[in-house]
């Protein structure tokens, strides 16, 4: 089999997309692999920093899923 044949049959295809998917998993996969989010992991929140719990509770609290008085005995707690 010559590189005639090679080309002619499409057997070239085979490598270039086994090129094509080694690059696409180092470039967005390898995050994930060392602990990191990812690239299509929640983009939104690899830019800005972790909450505090305090601004966690207060966000409950907008929600309305608890109360005053369970807010303010968690807020003296933290």
């Known amino acids: 089999m010559g590189p ?6 499409g057997m070239w295809i085979i490598p270039v997309v086994m090129m094509i998917l080694c690059f696409l998993f180092f470039r967005f996969g390898m995050g994930k692999m060392f602990g990191g989010k990812g690239r299509f992991m929640n983009e939104s929140s690899s830019d800005s920093q972790e909450e505090s719990a305090l601004d966690i509770l207060k966000k409950r609290y907008a929600k309305g899923e608890i109360t005053k008085e369970e807010f303010e005995d968690m807020k003296n707690s933290l």
């Open 4 to 9: 005639e044949k090679f080309f002619s049959s």
